[in-house]
């Protein structure tokens, strides 16, 4: 397990198999997944091409997040209007309480499987 700011760095792959850089130091035309959709673009199948690493101080836990290349990466695909529907109706399942049947407005947290009224409610309902 990595231990020192420096083990993160590895610019050759030799040590992790993959070009290693430390938080927030990775050469530029490198982005993660989440920056790639910022700008509208999506990997596309090209495999992975650094990582950046960081180590938490306290705990030794280590985080990675994979980097792709900006200039191989393809647009977003255009969402089709079933794509659309799908996930207004997969949307309503997750706001809709088993319970009392209401569409409540918000995510219903997974933790408590039931709407803030129905969780509060003198009486307990089962859910189905």
Known sequence: MPTAFSDCFDPTGARYGVPTYPWRLAPDGLATRRQLRARGLRPGGQPIAAQLMLINRRTGTVRVAYLYRVDRAVPVRPMTSRKWGAL????????????????????????YGLCGYCLTADHQCAAA
């Not at 088993?98 to 947290?109: E, K, S, T």
């Open 88 to 111: 207004a109706l997969a949307m309503l399942a997750r706001r809709t309480c088993p319970c009392c049947r209401l569409d409540v407005g918000y995510c219903i947290p997974r933790s």
